[in-house]
Structures are given as structure tokens and as C-alpha cells.
């Protein structure tokens, strides 16, 4: 199996890994055959693959066996902002490289350096994406993985942006929708659950980020922090909040 590096993952404090864990435990009582799971936004930039690296890293350190897929095949930026290093010889290949029927499926799994975690990378990018996203190896892909992982996490594009998300709920067993707080209309809160409920499939929960807070359970603390009914998320780095309000 071929393998990679993350070489930019910063620690969670300890609210902030608390919380993730409250959202991996809520996820794990979500049910037996609630495996696979998409994570999505409305916009761009709310924090959806910063969630969705966290929790495949908990999950990991939980004893479960996951695998991130990085299903957002216009624009993803997991490798360059996690620097992520391919550590064989052989040219990195992805999802991407697989939905076109160029590569097979044992030859986009990479086993990170966490022990328990997997990653299917981007691969090559492209610009019309929904073709290759409405195809039956994607949907093999996906319930393959079930059967090999006890989760399978799918960072998928933003469902307010591009119809991609809507097509890949129709594979997975349930959506955490990612919600950048005040930047948000309700309108496009209520067009996103509906566009993800005609598809059949259930919304799990959602995460509110962007709110900033003092204290977690009675302790006080000083942090910038992602926020839902699940907990608090820890932000990697103030730097990020002026670009990600804008």
C-alpha cells in the first residue's frame, strides 16, 4: 500500500480535542450503518475540510479504522495546506485518476502516518467534475470502503456552490453540514438542507465555526474556536480568521 505524510497538522488544545471527540462519539451513535459520511457547507472557506481532517484524525486515535476521501475535485487545497508529502517513487495518483478509469481503487489508498487513518487524495483536478462524480466506480469506491473501514469520511465541495455535493449524498448515509457563523443566510441554510433532503439523504448535524468563546465547561480559556451543538472546534491559526470572514 502506498503511503503519505502530513507534515502540517497542528494539535487541538484540550477544549478543542474534547469537542471533537463529543462529535466523533455523536457521529458513532448516529448508528451501525451510518458509515459513510459527507461533510459540506454553503460557501467556500466555512471550515469543512478542517473538520473533516479532525475528525479523521479522532476517529483514528478512537481505535476506529477511517478513511478521508477528497471529493472536492475543482478546488481542493488539503494537500498544500496540510503539506502533505507522497513518500514512494511512483507518481502520486488520486481520486480523480481512478473515476477516469486510469488507475484501480488499491492504487488511490494512502495509509498516513496516523496509525488507523487512510487518505484518498484529490488527485488531478478538474473542472467538470460531476461526470466523473455520477459514475458507478465512484459508487463502488464508496461502498467498498465501508466494507473495509469502520468510516469513511467524504470532504465534498461546497453544496451552495456547485451541484457535486448533492450528487455524492446520494451515496453516503448521512451530512454534517459546516456553518460558518454570520456569514451565512438563512435562505441558503434552508436551500442546502433541501437540496441535501431530495437527494434522501439524512443531515446528522451541523457545525456553527467562526464564533469565538472564553470558557468550555466551567474553565476558562482563551482560544478561537469552531462551534456547534457538538461542541467547540479549535481553529488551527488566528492568520486564517481575516481571510475566512471576508
Avoid: W
Avoid at 52 to 63: E, H, Q, Y
Avoid at 220 to 225: D, E, G, I, L, P
Amino acid at each position: 500500500m502506498r503511503s503519505l505524510t502530513i507534515n502540517r497538522f497542528s494539535p487541538l488544545s484540550y477544549a478543542g480535542a474534547e469537542a471533537v471527540n463529543m462529535l466523533c462519539t455523536n457521529l458513532s451513535f448516529s448508528g451501525e450503518n451510518v458509515k459513510k459520511i459527507m461533510l459540506t457547507s454553503c460557501h467556500a472557506s466555512e471550515g469543512k475540510s478542517y473538520l473533516s481532517m479532525n475528525v479523521m484524525r479522532t476517529m483514528a486515535k478512537l481505535g476506529k479504522s477511517v478513511v478521508l476521501i477528497d471529493a472536492d475535485l475543482r478546488r481542493s487545497n488539503i494537500i498544500q495546506r496540510y503539506g502533505i508529502q507522497f513518500n514512494d517513487n511512483e507518481q502520486p495518483v488520486g481520486l480523480s485518476h481512478l473515476l477516469a478509469g486510469m488507475v484501480e481503487e488499491a492504487d488511490v489508498i494512502y495509509e498516513t502516518d496516523i496509525l488507523g487513518a487512510y487518505m484518498i487524495p484529490v488527485g488531478r483536478k478538474v473542472s467538470n467534475s460531476l461526470p466523473l462524480l455520477n459514475s458507478a466506480r465512484f459508487q463502488k469506491l464508496v461502498d467498498d470502503l465501508a466494507e473495509q473501514f469502520d468510516y469513511v469520511i467524504i470532504d465534498a465541495p461546497p453544496i451552495g456552490l456547485v451541484i457535486d455535493a448533492a450528487q455524492i449524498a446520494k451515496y453516503v448515509d448521512g451530512t454534517v453540514l459546516v456553518v460558518a457563523y454570520n456569514s451565512v443566510r438563512r435562505q441558503e441554510l434552508i436551500d442546502a438542507k433541501e437540496q441535501i433532503a431530495a437527494t434522501g439523504c439524512p443531515i446528522l448535524g451541523a457545525v456553527m465555526n467562526q464564533t469565538e468563546y472564553d470558557n468550555f465547561l466551567s474553565k476558562k480559556y482563551s482560544y478561537k474556536s469552531y462551534y456547534s451543538h457538538y461542541g467547540y472546534y479549535q481553529r488551527e491559526d488566528d492568520s486564517e480568521k481575516s481571510s475566512v470572514r471576508k
